[in-house]
C-alpha cells in the first residue's frame, strides 16, 4: 500500500504553500487525496480537509490563510474533474475520479496541465501525431524540432526535390517568387517574398539551431513554435507543385 502523506509533509514551509496558485496547491491536495487509507479517509471532505486536518500541522498564525488556499486548490479540482461528490453523500464529500488517479500527484498533474497548453484540435494532423507525446512528456525542444522537420519533409516531398536540398536552402528554393514549384505566381510579387521569407526565417531560426545544440525553450515558447509550423504544414498543403519532369535525386 502507498504511504500516507500530507500537505504539510510536502510542503513544511508555509510561505511556500501560500504562493503557489490554486491549480499548483491543487497537485499537492491530489497527491495526499490519493495517499488516503483507510481510518483516514474522513479526509476526503473538504471542511474535514481545508480546516481541521492539514492545516493544524503548522503554525497556529498561517492557518486560516492555509485553510482558504487549501480551500481554493480543492474547488479548482472539483472544477476540472478530479475529485467529485460522492454519490449518496451530504455536501462536502468527495472521492478521487479516475482521472484524478491517473494524474496521481503533483508531477502527473503538471504533465497533464502542460497538454492542455497545447490546442490539439488547431494543429495540423501530421503535427498533433509526431509531437502532441513528446510535448506532454516536457520535451518542448525535441516536440519544436519534430514539428519544423515535418514542414521540411513536406516541402521537399510536395516539391519533388533531392534529399540534399535541406532547410533554409530548400525554403528558398521551393518558394522562390520566380521559379519556387511551390510559389503561386498569381500571387503580387511582395506576398510571394513574404512566403519565401517566412518559411526560410521559421525553418532558420526553429528547427536549425535545434539541430545543432542544445536549446532550451519553455513550453508557452514552445506552443506558439508548434502552432506556427502547423500553420506552415497547412500552407504547404494547400500548393499545387509547378510541373516538372526533373527526377528528384537521392
Not at 502532441?132 to 524540432?145: C, K, L, M, Q
Not at 517568387?177 to 532558420?204: K, V
Not at 545544440?213 to 507543385?241: C, G, N, Y
Amino acid at each position: 500500500m502507498p504511504q500516507e502523506i500530507s500537505v504539510h509533509s510536502l510542503l513544511p514551509n508555509p510561505e511556500h504553500l501560500l504562493a503557489l496558485a490554486p491549480e499548483e496547491l491543487g497537485g499537492v491536495v491530489l497527491e495526499v487525496l490519493n495517499s488516503l487509507q483507510g481510518e483516514h479517509s474522513g479526509q476526503l471532505h473538504r471542511s474535514n480537509f481545508t480546516s481541521g486536518g492539514q492545516p493544524m500541522a503548522y503554525p497556529q498564525e498561517h492557518r486560516e490563510k492555509i485553510g482558504k488556499a487549501l480551500t481554493e486548490a480543492w474547488v479548482w479540482l472539483e472544477r476540472e474533474g478530479f475529485i467529485a461528490p460522492r454519490p449518496g453523500e451530504t455536501a462536502d464529500w468527495v472521492f478521487v475520479t479516475r482521472r484524478g488517479k491517473e494524474v496521481g500527484n503533483r508531477d502527473g498533474l503538471r504533465v497533464y496541465r502542460s497538454g492542455d497548453l497545447l490546442p490539439r484540435h488547431l494543429l495540423h494532423p501530421v503535427i498533433a501525431t509526431k509531437v502532441w507525446a513528446t510535448f506532454i512528456r516536457g520535451a518542448y525542444d525535441t516536440a519544436v524540432f519534430e514539428a519544423f522537420k515535418e514542414v521540411e519533409v513536406a516541402v521537399r516531398t510536395k516539391g519533388n526535390y533531392p534529399q540534399t536540398l535541406i532547410g533554409v536552402d530548400l525554403m528558398r528554393k521551393a518558394f522562390h517568387p520566380s521559379d519556387g514549384r511551390l510559389t503561386i505566381q498569381g500571387d503580387p510579387p511582395g506576398e510571394r517574398q513574404a512566403i519565401m521569407d517566412l518559411f526560410a526565417g521559421a525553418i532558420g531560426s526553429y528547427k536549425n539551431p535545434n539541430s545543432h545544440r542544445h536549446v532550451i525553450i519553455e513550453a508557452d515558447e514552445a506552443v506558439e513554435m508548434i502552432i506556427l509550423a502547423s500553420h506552415l504544414l497547412k500552407i504547404v498543403d494547400s500548393r499545387t507543385p509547378i510541373q516538372t519532369t526533373q527526377s528528384p535525386q537521392p
